[in-house]
């Protein structure tokens, strides 16, 4: 993988990372929740910037042309969902299994890669991400000690 590959597919990564955050803020049982909307709300802004400090790394490249379809911000397998929508627990949970997912990918690519600029790089996305999971697993334990984080 390339260098430009790697930003290629983080760019499609935090795209689809802020967007999915976007629509967990907005999600009714996460709105109760004041601090979480809040959090969802910031990682959404922090994964915007990151897609935009990828963008100013790849001038060459038309940016609109990169979706994420192989990226999909998926939630966590469970059994079926209300109609009523994501449920506090399921939103936290989706967002942390997707956190580790995309950490578990730079990772890959930092421990496989043969170019130091790729590992580097690669290393950098997944500390991010791993400030990111951080972050909700504070929320994860505040939930499960019965606050709403």
Same mark, same amino acid.
């Given at each position: ?21 976007? =629509?967990?803020?907005? $999600? #009714?049982?996460?709105? @109760? !929740? ?5 959090? /969802?709300? =910031?990682?959404?802004?922090? $994964?915007? @910037? ?5 963008? *100013? ?7 609109? &042309?990169?979706? !994420? ?9 469970? #059994?079926? =969902? #209300?109609?009523?929508? +994501?449920?506090?627990?399921? %939103?936290?949970? &989706?967002?942390?299994?997707? @956190? ?5 990918? /730079?990772?890959?690519?930092? %421990? ?5 600029? +790729?590992?580097? *790089?690669?290393?950098? /996305? %997944?500390?991010? $991400? ?10 994860? %334990? ?8």
């Amino acid at each position: 993988m390339s260098l430009r590959d790697l930003l290629a597919r983080a760019l499609a990564m935090r795209r689809e990372a802020a967007a999915g955050y976007r =629509r967990l803020a907005r $999600e #009714p049982e996460v709105r @109760e !929740a004041p601090q979480v909307a809040r959090l /969802f709300s =910031r990682l959404a802004v922090l $994964e915007g @910037e990151q897609a935009a400090r990828i963008e *100013r790394d790849l001038p060459d490249l038309e940016v609109g &042309t990169i979706l !994420a379809e192989q990226v999909a911000w998926a939630p966590p397998m469970r #059994p079926a =969902r #209300p109609a009523a929508g +994501v449920s506090l627990e399921d %939103a936290l949970e &989706t967002a942390r299994e997707n @956190e580790r997912g995309m950490r578990a990918i /730079f990772e890959h690519i930092a %421990a496989t890669s043969p170019s130091e600029a +790729v590992r580097i *790089r690669a290393l950098q /996305f %997944a500390l991010a $991400e791993t400030r990111h999971l951080s972050t909700i697993e504070e929320a994860v %334990a505040a939930a499960r000690d019965g606050g709403k984080a």
